[in-house]
Nanobody, 118 residues
Framework: VQLQASGGGMVQAGGSLRLSCAASGRTFSGHLMSWFRQAPGKERAFVGRINWSSGDTYYSESVKGRFTISRDNAKNTLYLQMDSLKPEDTAVYYC????????????WGQGTEVTVSS
């Protein structure tokens, strides 16, 4: 699966952005789809995930209640709706895919940059 992330940009604190992650090659069916982010000078961190088949979601505490992950089966696209953005959300955001039983993610998007100004 090839993943293409998009939708990043610059926004003021309190604003919103929606990131997209489009898949080519095959569908996400049966996969866990996750978003990660890497802030300047920090390690990559988990943001949240969705079970493509069931739609169940899980979020890190830092984004819970502000970010929403969803998917569009017809478009084979994953989304990350980010509301009430804070300067500390500034990072490069990555989408990734893996089978639930896998220990590591086998497909990664190229990253899309989000900058939140105060």
């Amino acid at each position: 699966v090839q993943l293409q992330a998009s939708g990043g940009g610059m926004v003021q604190a309190g604003g919103s952005l929606r990131l997209s992650c489009a898949a080519s090659g095959r569908t996400f069916s049966g996969h866990l789809m996750s978003w990660f982010r890497q802030a300047p000078g920090k390690e990559r961190a988990f943001v949240g995930r969705i079970n493509w088949s069931s739609g169940d979601t899980y979020y890190s505490e830092s984004v819970k209640g502000r970010f929403t992950i969803s998917r569009d089966n017809a478009k084979n696209t994953l989304y990350l709706q980010m509301d009430s953005l804070k300067p500390e959300d500034t990072a490069v955001y990555y989408c990734a895919a893996k089978r639930p039983s896998a220990l590591t993610y086998d497909s990664w998007g190229q990253g899309t940059e989000v900058t939140v100004s105060s």
